[in-house]
């Protein structure tokens, strides 16, 4: 019996024990939990109030009292059962960026969600996993949002000072979250799950009576602004072959762009991209439909992303004179030797054959001449619609998509019994498909279409005016 006990004692220091929730419920005990702050990663005093830990800012220089971190060496979560971090954050502090960095097998990976500064209440932060295995390490740090990645160091004692305020986490759960599917999105109400952003922003705003996703470029970079479709809210289904997006583009940004990520509950994913059938305008005073072929894309879950840029004017097989100005990675630039880049080089990043200019061709530090400057980072692409569906193009003529001046409102919607069409020209035929493409009602020469019979969902409405033009709506039966 003693050689048995003896046994499980050497056996117990090599055991792991999953940890969390930490939901911070007994006071004076922080749950493994301890805090620093500065690149030294001085500690921090963390209490345990009951409810919470919290932590106050000190005061230091960029070096000694930068982003507070919370740290657990010891998480052992399990990130196969669980493939996502929700905590819940009070930010009394001026920090604006929460990096989540999870510890697997050695390797950290980062997880970055925006914050608000100034909190009097709590608000939950949802971090989706990409990784599986053992988190054997959780650390949380706040930082300064400058819309990159990495973001920027907060720094307490920078004006406005936030020196003294409070950071608690009321808790920080493990869970196992499965999005629901939506493959149609109308942003009547809320930006509907695209809240991931990447040098962008998006909201929920009106615009000639519509709900639209109101996307702005916010950052003069190299690269686009994306906006993403986050896995804490929807997914989409990837045996959808094609997507249908109405949008007005008031901005001179010329190029829009659409991603598929495909994803297995959690994994990474496979990005691929898509180009649209129709040329993307600029400065719109209306509403055009771009439509995408997704058939490449896989058939699992797919969380789709909006990339909006400025397209290449530059051209690896053109010649070009010394003065000549290009576009490159959203950048003015003016050729001083009369060669060209060799690819992959690019003139944005070729000192020798390329400099940096504003849009009159006057070379950097003249305003303007940055990085990035020839993206519109004012005016706003105003996404009213984006259906992903199985209804080929064609076959709703999308080569009259948005055509000019001719637009067509939906009344009531959602529909019961009887959906109703306005018309800025007179309407010769109506057809409604479902979102696998068959056709399952219509009605000619009248400005409504009987609907009673649907089952609840979205649908396709179809209409063709006597100009010829076809215009096409999603609308739900319920």
């Known amino acids: 019996m003693k050689t048995k006990i003896t046994y499980l004692f050497l056996l117990l220091p090599l055991l792991t024990f999953a940890q969390g929730p930490w939901e911070f419920n007994t006071a004076s005990n922080t749950e493994g939990w301890s805090v620093s702050q500065g690149s030294a990663g001085a500690a921090g005093v963390l209490s345990a109030t009951g409810t919470a830990i919290e932590y106050t800012t000190i005061t230091g220089n960029g070096a000694t009292s930068r982003n507070p971190k919370f740290d657990n060496a010891t998480a052992n979560v399990d990130a196969i059962a669980n493939n996502q971090i929700e905590v819940s954050v009070k930010n009394g502090s001026g920090a604006t960026y ?34 599986t295995g053992t988190i054997s390490a959780l650390s949380l740090e706040f930082k300064i949002y400058d819309g990159t990645t990495s973001g920027n160091n907060y720094i307490p004692q920078t004006a406005p000072s936030t020196v003294g305020t409070v950071i608690s986490i009321n808790y920080i759960r493990p869970i196992n979250f499965v999005a629901p599917i939506q493959n149609s999105f109308n942003f009547d109400l809320t930006s509907e799950g695209f809240t991931i952003l990447t040098r962008a922003t998006a909201v929920q705003a009106t615009e000639s009576s519509n709900g639209t996703l109101k996307v702005n470029c916010s950052t003069a970079n190299a690269n686009n ?77 797919q969380f789709p992303e909006l990339n909006f840029s400025v397209k290449n004017t530059w051209l690896a097989t053109a010649t070009y004179a010394i003065g000549d100005v290009v576009i490159s990675g959203n950048t ?15 003139p944005h990043t070729d000192t020798t054959n390329w400099a940096i200019c504003d849009v009159t061709g006057a070379i950097a530090p003249a305003v303007g ?29 999308t080569a009259d998509f948005g055509y000019a001046n001719n637009t067509i409102s939906l009344y009531p919607n959602p529909a019961q019994e009887v959906l109703n069409i306005s018309s800025s020209n007179s309407i010769t035929k109506i057809e409604v498909y479902d979102l696998l493409g068959k056709k399952v009602a219509s009605n000619i020469n009248a400005s409504n279409v009987n609907v009673a019979d649907l089952g609840k969902g979205a649908y396709i409405v179809k209409v063709v005016q006597e100009n010829g033009s076809v215009i096409a709506k999603q609308f739900i039966k319920e």
């Open 225 to 301: 602004g994306k906006v993403s479709l986050s896995p804490s809210v929807f997914r989409v289904e990837g045996t959808n072959k094609y997507a249908h997006i109405t949008l007005k583009n008031t901005s001179t940004n010329t190029l829009f762009q659409l991603n598929g990520k495909a994803t297995v509950l959690g994994t990474a994913g496979v990005e691929t991209a898509f180009n649209p059938i129709q040329t993307y305008t600029p400065s719109d005073t209306d509403y055009k439909t771009y439509d995408f072929d997704l058939r490449t894309w896989d058939d699992v879950y």
């Open 98 to 131: 929460l990096r989540l960095s999870a510890t697997i097998g050695g390797v950290a990976t980062t997880y970055n969600s925006q914050i608000t500064a100034g909190d009097t209440s709590y608000k939950i932060y949802t971090f989706p996993l990409t990784t």
């Open 369 to 397: 001449a940055i990085v990035g400057g020839a993206l519109d980072l004012t005016n706003s692409v105003y996404v009213d619609s984006i259906v992903f569906d199985n209804i080929i193009p064609s076959a709703l003529g």
């Open 332 to 346: 003015y630039c003016k050729n001083i030797s009369g060669a060209n880049s060799v690819s992959p080089a690019v």
